[in-house]
Every structure is written in structure tokens, then in C-alpha cells.
T-cell receptor, first 113, second 110 residues
Framework: KAGVTQTPRYLIKTRGQQVTLSCSPI?????VSWYQQTPGQGLQFLFE???????NKGNFPGRFSGRQFSNSRSEMNVSTLELGDSALYLC????????????FGQGTRLTVV | GEDVEQSLFLSVREGDSSVINCTYT??????LYWYKQEPGAGLQLLTY?????DMKQDQRLTVLLNKKDKHLSLRIADTQTGDSAIYFC??????????FGKGNQVVVIP
């Protein structure tokens, strides 16, 4: 079974631009969560999608958004990029429901210059 | 609350045991996890424990859970150089939302 796949692995963007990151969960998994990892703040929850619906959202500004498609693949979008958005963005896949094992992808390293 | 606390750094000799500790805050968490992160990589799920268990053993890994004190520990027996990494504990909040500790860097000295 393939693991969680995130694309691209690395990205460099300029302040003010927008970016879209992609996550393909493990086959059969319906829940996808996104996390931001920075040296200062550690791992912070962004949002979680289940069956194309956002069920849970962390404390991030509206510039951060996401969606999930019918095949469970998810994208997150960050608009009007700021230097502080530079981070490793991690996606986690869970089978269904609540409180199940979460498997992470390798992440997308975003650098904003 | 979402404060999961971990100590920051541990140095251990190859072949010794290493113990990493974590304190969590949400007593309703169903699962408690340990993840490993190697440089430049994502998070690898090492093991987890249900909140109704006190101990779980998985090969070289032993997880101990003290629900009364909200204390979780991970013991790695016979630590190898490949165990050098950052280890995160995490608790589940609502709907697959995980709250992570700051991580504990383990350096294994050959």
C-alpha cells in the first residue's frame, strides 16, 4: 500500500504570491489533516477534511485554506504569502471517523523570499 | 488545552536504553502517539497507546502511560545510531486533530 504522498517536496515563492500544495492520502483513508511545522512554533494544526467537508480548523488566518476532492485527495492554498509562512507543511491521513492512527507524508518545504 | 510538554535534548550511548518523557493535558484523549522525525523527513508513526492501557511493548519500544499524572514515556532499548532523530509525542483532540509536543532530540553516540 502506498503511503501519503505530498507534492511538491520543495517550493520557493516570493512574498505576495500564492501557493497550492497537494496531498494524496493512503488508499481507503477519508480523513486528511494539515500541519505547519516551524522551528519557533513547532507543529501546529491547520485544518482537517473528511468526505470533502472541513470538520476542524486551527488558529490560522483566512489566507490559509484547503479543500478535499471526492477521491480524498486534498489541497491547501496559501494566498498573499508572507516570510513567516516559510515552513514544512505536513499532511496526515487517517482511515475514518475520529481518533484513528494518523500517517504523515514527507512534507512540502516552502520557502518564502 | 493543547499544551504537550517534552524535554528538549537527550544524548545516549549506542546500546544503552533511552527514555523520553512527555506530559499532556487533555484527559479525554483516546490515543497517545510517538512519532519520529529524521532530518529533512516527515513524521514516522512509531507507536501509540490507547488511553485505557498502562503499558505497550513493541519490539525495542516500550510506552508507559500514567493517566493520573497525564505522563507518557517512550523507552528505546538497545539504542542504535539509526535512532538519532527528533521524537514527538502527540495527543488526539477532537476529530483527528493532534496536539504535539515541541519534540525531543535524541543523539546516539557510537
Amino acid at each position: 500500500k502506498a503511503g501519503v504522498t505530498q507534492t511538491p517536496r520543495y517550493l520557493i515563492k516570493t512574498r505576495g504570491q500564492q501557493v497550492t500544495l497537494s496531498c494524496s492520502p493512503i488508499s481507503g483513508h477519508r480523513s486528511v489533516s494539515w500541519y505547519q511545522q516551524t522551528p519557533g512554533q513547532g507543529l501546529q494544526f491547520l485544518f482537517e477534511y473528511f468526505s470533502e467537508t472541513q470538520r476542524n480548523k486551527g488558529n490560522f488566518p483566512g489566507r490559509f485554506s484547503g479543500r478535499q476532492f471526492s477521491n480524498s485527495r486534498s489541497e491547501m492554498n496559501v494566498s498573499t504569502l508572507e516570510l513567516g509562512d516559510s515552513a514544512l507543511y505536513l499532511c496526515a491521513s487517517s482511515q475514518l471517523g475520529e481518533d484513528t492512527e494518523a500517517f504523515f507524508g514527507q512534507g512540502t518545504r516552502l520557502t518564502v523570499v | 488545552g493543547e499544551d504537550v510538554e517534552q524535554s528538549l535534548f537527550l544524548s545516549v550511548r549506542e546500546g544503552d536504553s533511552s527514555v523520553i518523557n512527555c506530559t499532556y493535558t487533555d484527559s479525554s484523549s483516546t490515543y497517545l502517539y510517538w512519532y519520529k522525525q529524521e532530518p529533512g523527513a516527515g513524521l514516522q508513526l512509531l507507536t501509540y497507546i490507547f488511553s485505557n492501557m498502562d503499558m505497550k511493548q513493541d519490539q525495542r519500544l516500550t510506552v508507559l502511560l500514567n493517566k493520573k499524572d497525564k505522563h507518557l514515556s517512550l523507552r528505546i532499548a538497545d539504542t542504535q545510531t539509526g535512532d538519532s532523530a527528533i521524537y514527538f509525542c502527540a495527543e488526539t483532540l477532537r476529530r483527528n486533530r493532534l496536539a504535539f509536543g515541541k519534540g525531543n532530540q535524541v543523539v546516539v553516540i557510537p
